[in-house]
C-alpha cells in the first residue's frame, strides 16, 4: 500500500538559517499537498503541486515536486520564529495520506 | 473563509461510556473527514463522508461510526470508549470533486482523553 515518509522527525534551527524538510513516496504521485500547523493550532493547507518537476514559491518557502514524481520537498529560506509549527506533506491515492509531519523549532 | 467547527475544545469521558464528536462547517461543502493525530504518527483518517448518509472507511475506522444527516454536520461516534482512543481529533472539510484532489479546511480539533 501507499507509504509516505517524512524526514526529518524535528529540526532546530536557529533564526535566519534554512530548513528543508523532505516527504518521498513509495509510488508515483498525480499531486502532492503541503499543510501547516502551528503549536495548539490546526493543520492549514499551503499549497498543491501537481506537474513533475513543479516550483512553486511563498514569500520565502518554495514547494518541489520530484521530476519522478515520487518526492517533495519545501525549503524555507532565512526562518523566523514565526515559521515554528509541524510541515506535513498529504499525498493522494483515492484519499490523502498525511506523512507524519516535520516539526520545526526556531530558536531566536 | 471556510469555517469548520467541532464542539468541544476539550473532552473527558470515562471507558465504556459512548461518545459523539461533532463537526459542522459552514460552507456548502459536500467532502468532510474525520482524523485522529497522534505523536509520532500524523494525521490518520478514521472516516470521510461525500455526501449526505453516504460514509466510507478511512484507515483506521474500527471502535468508530459517523453519522451524516446534514450536509454541515459530520459527526464521529465513539461505540464503547478505550483508553487507547485517547488522542486529538480533527475534523475537516473540502469542495467536491475528487477528494485528494482538495484542499481541506481543518477545525480546531477535540482533545479527547478517555479514562
Known amino acids: 500500500g501507499q507509504q509516505v515518509m517524512q524526514i526529518p522527525q524535528y529540526q532546530h534551527v536557529q533564526e535566519g538559517e534554512d530548513f528543508t524538510t523532505y516527504c518521498n513516496s513509495s509510488t508515483t504521485l498525480s499531486n502532492i499537498q503541503w499543510y501547516k500547523q502551528r503549536p495548539g493550532g490546526h493543520p492549514v493547507f499551503l499549497i498543491q503541486l501537481v506537474k513533475s518537476g513543479e516550483v512553486k514559491k511563498q514569500k520565502r518557502l518554495t514547494f518541489q515536486f520530484g521530476e519522478a514524481k515520487k518526492n517533495s520537498s519545501l525549503h524555507i529560506t532565512a526562518t523566523q520564529t514565526t515559521d515554528v509549527g509541524t510541515y506535513f506533506c498529504a499525498v493522494n491515492t483515492d484519499k490523502l495520506i498525511f506523512g507524519t509531519g516535520t516539526r520545526l523549532q526556531v530558536f531566536p | 473563509d471556510v469555517k469548520v467547527t467541532q464542539s468541544s475544545r476539550y473532552l473527558v469521558k470515562r471507558t465504556g461510556e459512548k461518545v459523539f464528536l461533532e463537526c459542522v462547517q459552514d460552507?456548502?461543502?459536500?467532502?468532510m473527514f474525520w482524523y485522529r493525530q497522534d505523536p509520532g504518527l500524523g494525521l490518520r483518517l478514521i472516516y470521510f463522508?461525500?455526501?449526505?448518509?453516504?460514509?466510507e472507511k478511512g484507515d483506521i475506522p474500527e471502535g468508530y461510526s459517523v453519522s451524516r444527516e446534514k450536509k454541515e454536520r459530520f459527526s464521529l461516534i465513539l461505540e464503547s470508549a478505550s483508553t487507547n482512543q485517547t488522542s486529538m481529533y480533527l475534523c475537516?472539510?473540502?469542495?467536491?470533486?475528487?477528494?485528494?484532489?482538495?484542499?481541506?479546511?481543518f477545525g480546531d480539533g477535540t482533545r479527547l482523553s478517555i479514562l
Open positions: 460552507m456548502d461543502h459536500e467532502n
Open positions: 475537516a472539510s473540502s469542495v467536491p470533486g475528487q477528494i485528494s484532489n482538495q484542499p481541506q479546511h
Open positions: 463522508s461525500y455526501d449526505v448518509k453516504m460514509k
